[in-house]
Antibody
């Protein structure tokens, strides 16, 4: 059974940093692109970025480019989102997703809430 | 960036109704469009990808069509468990983008 478990969210001050993690199981993690998608509470979905199976290529939304970095550890079946220079508008639930053939996000984590506030 | 506009943003319907949601792209995206369903407090669930391919396990009352810039999601006979918010997403080019969502409510 495919499982994605998101963790690492919490309260952080504006300008601060945070690292989110996603533990994957039930599939060949190193075969799949992975993404992060976020959602401001009560609002719509926003794709944050993705990473190639071998970690050699990443893509980001303009809103996070230069501040967020996606990485992965295939030996530990783990995906990460390193967030820095955080702003109030980064407050959201962050989901990791498995990407199937770059055609969809077929499995999602349960989400982890990041709150940026002083 | 490619903008996706869903219509309507809100829809009220009865159980058993046929429901259609439209997603229009600001430029052609071939068939690189997916549809998701989200219920309150839950992660989104994939329904359809490549505009018209039904994800495994999704009931056949859901269908998708379209290519280029105009797409539709149809629920042939709305069930109580279908009341949720629906999002389209383009995966034709980076950055991937979502529509603003369509909330389907009980009439």
């Amino acid at each position: 059974e495919v499982q994605l478990v998101d963790s690492g969210g919490g309260l952080v001050q504006p300008g601060g940093s945070l690292r989110l993690s996603c533990a994957a199981s039930g599939f060949m993690f190193d075969y799949f692109w992975m993404s992060w998608v976020r959602q401001v509470p009560g609002k719509g979905l926003e794709w944050v970025g993705n990473i190639k199976p071998d970690g050699s290529e990443t893509h980001y939304a303009d809103s996070v480019k230069g501040r967020f970095t996606i990485s992965r550890d295939n030996a530990k079946n783990s995906l990460f989102l390193h967030m820095s220079s955080l702003r109030a508008e980064d407050t959201a639930v962050y989901y990791c997703t498995r990407d199937w053939s770059l055609l969809n996000h077929d499995f999602w984590g349960q989400g982890t809430l990041v709150t940026v506030s002083s | 960036d490619i903008q996706l506009t869903q219509s309507p943003s809100f829809l009220s319907a009865y159980v058993g109704d046929r429901v259609t949601i439209t997603c229009r792209a600001s430029q052609a995206i071939r068939s690189y469009l997916a549809w998701y369903q989200q219920k309150p407090g839950k992660a989104p669930k994939l329904l359809i990808y490549s505009a018209s391919t039904l994800q495994s396990g999704v009931p056949s009352r859901f269908s998708g069509s379209g290519s280029g810039t105009e797409f539709t999601l149809t629920i042939s006979s709305l069930q109580s468990e279908d009341f949720a918010t629906y999002y389209c997403q383009q995966l034709n080019s980076y950055p991937y983008t979502f529509g603003q969502g369509t909330k389907v409510d009980i009439k």
